[in-house]
């Protein structure tokens, strides 16, 4: 009977274990300009992607990715695209690129969709980083 009950604790435990890595998300810079991130510092220009994890979504949402750049709390920099999207620091035009200097950024795993004709968004994963420019 011991034995029945201590298999069926592990049982709950394991369970309950897996559903709490299933429900995980994760977010972290897979690759700087083609090449394997190893944790090299960034600069302004540079192309980033990301790797994650995706839980199981409600209902109808979707992931997407939003890249947020700030320079003494102003928005300098922002970019919101697909998981499998690269991401110009910088892009192609912003106030970063005419300033240039060094910027906190954060990417976010979002989960969106829309509910009662109103956009709803849930921040699943986040990952901050600085930027040299």
Known sequence: MKYLI???IFLVIMLFSSVAIAN??????ATINNQVYTGQALSLGDTLTFSTIVPKLIGREYPMIAVICTQNDTIVFTQLDQLNAS?????YSSPWLDTGG???CQADLDAYSHKGGNETVRILSEVDFSVFG
């Not at 995980?24 to 810079?29: G, K, M, P, T």
């Not at 991401?87 to 892009?91: Q, T």
């Open 102 to 104: 060094t910027a906190t």
């Open 87 to 91: 991401f110009l620091l910088g892009g």
């Open 24 to 29: 995980s998300a994760s977010i972290s810079i």
């Open 6 to 8: 201590l298999i069926s």
